[in-house]
């Protein structure tokens, strides 16, 4: 067969639809913390109707529930780490900070398996 023949493949992050239009799909990172390893979880909201007892009505009655993210609060960060002499750019919670604040940069780090 001799070589073999390299397949074209479409630049990262865009696409062709049937009709020849060309979209450009967004490349944004997973919300996940580096460190603690936070993520987005699903769960429910409660749905109340009606008015409060107190407030002059008969009182409030639960209708249904709808389902709902918890996002983890994250930051993107420069971390020093005095033992390497440079900066770290991490994506991090705001309890990830902590840990960094507790436990030093470059121990955290390195448990993370980041440096």
């Known amino acids: 067969m001799g070589k ?8 990262a992050g865009s696409y062709t639809t049937r009709l020849g239009i060309k979209f450009q799909r967004s490349l944004t990172m997973a919300r996940v913390c580096k460190i603690t390893g936070a993520k ?16 002059g009505g008969i009182g409030r009655h639960v209708t249904k529930t709808v389902k709902r993210q918890f996002k983890p609060n ?7 780490v005095p033992e390497l002499g440079r900066y770290v ?8 900070l902590k840990t960094i604040d507790k436990n ?9 398996g980041l440096i």
């Open 4 to 11: 073999s023949a390299e397949i074209a493949r479409p630049e």
């Open 89 to 96: 750019r991490v994506k991090v919670s705001a309890r990830g």
């Open 40 to 55: 987005v979880t699903s769960g429910r909201k409660i749905h109340r109707s009606g008015k409060a007892k107190k407030k």
């Open 74 to 80: 994250l930051r993107q960060k420069r971390v020093w």
């Open 104 to 112: 030093g940069a470059y121990k955290t780090l390195k448990t993370a």
